[in-house]
């Protein structure tokens, strides 16, 4: 459904709370778009709040008779945006970089049937525990259908829980609470419902951190979170949040209990504003207790001032260019050492480059006048490393003829290696959306697409761009020696596809026009083997032009919609309980034919 220019304008201008007339008065840091329910339809007067990417509130407000909200002055940087309305699971999604123009980026909001859940958490004698932490978690989801915290509630002095908005399907609720071990139970929810849940005493799997080298007044400053991960493909286990992440108190140690024994800790990870913590994230096994000790790596600044609820933060000024190049400062005793040249053999000077490795983050070092750059880090045999540059103009040549960016260019570290890259111009491509007449082509996200590495996966994205305003969009940092590549746009504003392309040993193809057409559909109606619409089930698209959002979840009746495809033979896909697909649909083929519709009949369990 493309968004008319005439909505657009008037999502605009809303009269929200710290909102403004992006279309009159640019200001940067805009972000505007609709809230969506199950089948894409306009959710009215939803609550919708934008946040930082620390969950400090930015903006609050309501979408429109159109479900469209529309908020400026956020500053730059990326944000969420979450929404709640009855009946409905709490949508949330986030933005791309606002930059620091006006252009506003359109980011949509979905939000899927939901039900209340209601009950007790009891000890094994049948006593009530107050203030027990309840979620209730969809786990067999996959992420793009929880991309915001996953909501709790606090039992009462009864032990009493109520969760309005549970997602349906098979769901687990979950309680835990101090002195007692993580319970759960399981229910199919296809409307409201009540269960209790029952609590063993224990501490179940201890996790202790241990920070070193921090001063004593930032102790307090760190946070630490931590996922609970199972074997692939099993999904993630969503807990309540005292079971995924801590503050830190007055001292530097912090003890966490009552986690379950069965799950791998992973990505252990400790975040401080104003600081930079090694390493960056540890792991601990299943089954076994965690003893972790972090060490502080540098303070990267003074302790930042919170910006009070609903303001915006401060947006820094840009930094001014240096009169002179960056002087390089090699380390005395280096771990790591690289050359940079171009194709000719030249040395690359005064060039920032980045590495990063999963145990120690990011470290960056500048070529000195023979393009050699030096890094002192713990890096260990066989440790994965990634190498990226800071300068867009430039792009670091791989063994891949299909590499795009200057980034993601791996290797296995080894103390005595020298690390050597060519680097070359990088390449541009640039051009604009065409909407039909009366509608908008601002804020879509245009991928640029390359031949995939199999004939099963034909093409893959990589590398994104943000159509502004007037619907033009640049992709830069490219590498020139992309072979053919292709452009498309996939969503609920339309769909269009522009390719193969090629550079041709160029810097630069321009005036690339793409143009948007109504967005190709899939509906349907999942349903058991009496005939019974199945709610809450889940559904994943397969096939060969997908939009972001292949996944999603049947309605109170069963159905369910995709948008945004483009040409091409589909299959769906339904799970009803784990990973295991209960049923497909037939092939479905788009082209000609730009809606199609289908029953998945799931058999008997």
Known sequence: MPIRTSEFLFAASLLLPGAALIAQTPTPGA??????????DPIVNAEVAVYTPDWQLLREGRTDGSGQYAFSGLGSGWVYVCARAPGLTRGCNFSRPLGGDASPVVLDVRMFDAAAVEGRVLDEDGAPIAGAQVMASLDEAWQILQ?????????????????????????AVRASADGYELGEARLDLRDDASVDVTLQKGVGRTLEITVKGVPPERVEDIRCRWFLSREYPEPNMYVPLRLSEAQFGDEPQLRVTGLPRDLKLSMVRLEADGMRLLPQWQEVAAGQDGELTFHLDAITGPRPSKSPPGLPPKVAEAPRAPATPPTPKPPADPTLRGTLHDPSGKPVANETVRVYCDTTGWREAVTDAAGAFAIDAPYAPNDRLSFSLHDTTWALVGDDPNQVGSGSIWRVYRRDDVFEFVVAPAASV???????????????????????????IPRMPRSFATTDERGAFTFRGLGASIDTFWLVVTGVQGTAEVGPLTLDGETSLDGVELELEPPMQITGKVVDHRGKPIPGARIELTGPGLTLDKDTLADRLGRFMFLGMSAGDYVVEVRVEGQHVAARSKRLSLGRKRRVDCKVKVPRR
Do not use: H, W
């Open 147 to 171: 991309k915001g915290p996953i909501e709790q509630v606090s039992t009462d002095v009864e032990g009493r829980y109520r969760l309005p908005n549970a997602p349906l399907g098979n769901i």
């Open 430 to 456: 640039s051009g604009k959306v065409v909407a039909p007449r009366g509608y908008s082509a601002a804020g879509l996200m245009v991928r640029l697409e390359t031949a995939g590495p199999t004939p099963q």
């Open 31 to 40: 972000v505007c778009g609709t809230v969506r329910g199950p089948l894409f």
